[in-house]
């Protein structure tokens, strides 16, 4: 049923839903969680990851690159956008979220490191992307896959 002049109740509104897109990346390194984190947690060591110029802001409230941490990141001639860290877990997890300046909404990434049995390191990285602009998703979507997918050999050297 419709009401005048707007929706009706039962009527989803679709102004406000976007459609995430997941980015899910598993490696697995031979340098243990502990370098390999360290090496991640820096943010400066991201711009290799996201093919981004990567400055950092503001460090963490109790660690440097831990929760409140910011960095800004600017990919080519687009705006810059900022990060912040809300979860760190040292050798463990890092969770950021987009805090200023995208066109994403609800993005938020999530690094998990855990040994594996020959001593080293099994990286899974998820990232949740959403737009309310059309198609910005997918494209940002498919470029992070491609850009993490090619970094983490050189992770793997530069740990």
């Known amino acids: 049923m419709r009401r005048c002049g707007g929706r009706s109740r039962t009527e989803p509104?679709?102004?406000?839903?976007?459609?995430?897109?997941?980015?899910?990346?598993?490696?697995?390194?031979?340098?243990?969680?502990?370098?390999?984190?360290?090496?991640?947690?820096?943010?400066?060591?991201?711009?290799?990851?996201?093919?981004?110029?990567?400055?950092?802001?503001?460090?963490?409230?109790?660690?440097?690159?831990?929760?409140?941490?910011?960095?800004?990141?600017?990919?080519?001639?687009?705006?810059?956008?900022?990060?912040?860290?809300?979860?760190?877990?040292?050798?463990?997890r890092i969770v950021y979220r987009i805090t200023k300046g995208s066109p994403l909404r609800g993005h938020v990434g999530t690094m998990t490191f855990a040994p594996t049995p020959s001593g080293g390191t099994r990286f899974i990285y998820d990232i949740r992307i959403a737009s309310p602009i059309p198609g910005v998703a997918p494209i940002v979507h498919a470029s992070l896959t491609r850009s993490i997918e090619r970094a983490l050999p050189l992770v793997e050297q530069r740990a």
């Open 13 to 92: 509104d679709t102004l406000r839903r976007v459609r995430a897109h997941h980015v899910h990346v598993e490696h697995d390194f031979a340098k243990p969680p502990e370098r390999i984190f360290a090496h991640l947690a820096e943010h400066e060591n991201l711009a290799e990851v996201f093919g981004a110029k990567v400055t950092r802001l503001r460090d963490g409230a109790e660690q440097r690159n831990g929760v409140a941490s910011v960095r800004q990141l600017q990919i080519g001639p687009l705006p810059p956008f900022e990060e912040t860290v809300t979860e760190f877990v040292p050798s463990e």
